[in-house]
């Protein structure tokens, strides 16, 4: 049985710092690109960062763009964001996902497809983070 697990939220200051974690089990890690995206109240999911299983390329949201930093080791099972400069915008419940690495989404490589809810199989439930201003 595949599951994902958060760790790491809290509350923190604005221009504050905090360091996610997602722990997999049931999953041979290194074969999932893996994702992180944020919901925060009344809107809709939004991805984050991901990074891809064998080249680790990774990829990030405009937003969070030179503030956050997403990384992964294969051998621990555990997926890791680094938050810098965090705003009140980045409050929301952070969740990390995994994508079976030759699950192709609308025919689309993980490179097109990173960024869209659909392409993942596997989500955790979720870690808050509230930014206070």
């Not at 109240?41 to 990030?60: C, D, L, N, Q």
């Not at 930093?69 to 294969?74: E, K, P, Q």
């Amino acid at each position: 049985q595949v599951q994902l697990v958060e760790s790491g939220g809290g509350l923190v200051q604005a221009g504050g710092s905090l360091r996610l974690s997602c722990a997999a089990s049931g999953v041979t890690f290194s074969d999932y690109n893996i994702g992180w995206f944020r919901q925060a109240p009344g809107k809709e999911r939004e991805f984050v960062a991901a990074i891809s299983w064998r080249t680790f390329s990774t990829y990030y949201a405009d937003s969070v763009k030179g503030r956050f930093t997403i990384s992964r080791d294969n051998p621990e099972n555990a997926l890791y964001l680094q938050m810098n400069s965090l705003k009140a915008e980045d409050t929301a419940a952070y969740y990390c996902a995994a994508a079976m690495k030759f699950r192709s989404f609308r025919g689309g490589t993980f490179r097109e497809t990173h960024a869209f809810r659909e392409a993942y199989t596997y989500w955790g439930q979720g870690t808050q983070v509230t930014v206070s201003s």
